[in-house]
């Protein structure tokens, strides 16, 4: 009789940690309506030496994604055999309607850039993308 007891208490707690496993999956919004899809694209295109509008469009499942913080970060790395340091430049952007998402930043020069878009919401990132992007 203790020892049914026993591997009762073993059930239930196994199964205890197992909800607990998939109730930290749910707490990821994208895992229920499929993954934020981020499209990035700029004015002018390519972007050029100087001021340019970025824009990120979120969509989940067919949805634009409306609630969302997104930034874009320029990042080219030093160039030593030019002395030229780390460039990193981020730009907060600002939701547009219909899940897109417009700033203005700089580009500090031509050449190829590495860009990420990361998007949060509530402090937790939901999406992030990398592309490279050549400056004019
Ligand atoms: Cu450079």
Not at 15 to 24: K, N, Q
Not at 27 to 43: C, D, I, K, L, T
Not at 72 to 78: C, G, K, Q, R
Not at 96 to 105: I, L, N, V
Request: net charge neutral.
């Amino acid at each position: 009789m203790r020892s049914v007891r026993l591997r009762l208490a073993a059930a239930l707690l196994v199964s205890g940690l197992a909800a607990g496993c998939s109730g930290g999956e749910q707490r990821a919004p994208s895992a229920a309506a499929g993954q934020v899809e981020v499209a990035f694209s700029s004015q002018p295109e390519p972007p050029v030496t100087g001021d340019n509008t970025f824009e990120v469009t979120l969509m989940q499942g067919g949805q634009p994604v409306t609630d969302a913080d997104v930034s874009v970060t320029f990042l080219m790395a030093a160039m030593p055999e030019v002395k030229m340091p780390e460039m990193r430049t981020s730009t907060p952007l600002a939701h547009d309607g219909g899940g897109r998402y417009r700033g203005m930043g700089n580009v500090m020069m031509s050449g190829a850039w590495d860009v990420t878009v990361v998007a949060t919401r509530g402090g937790q990132q939901i999406a992030s993308r990398t592309l490279t992007v050549t400056a004019q």
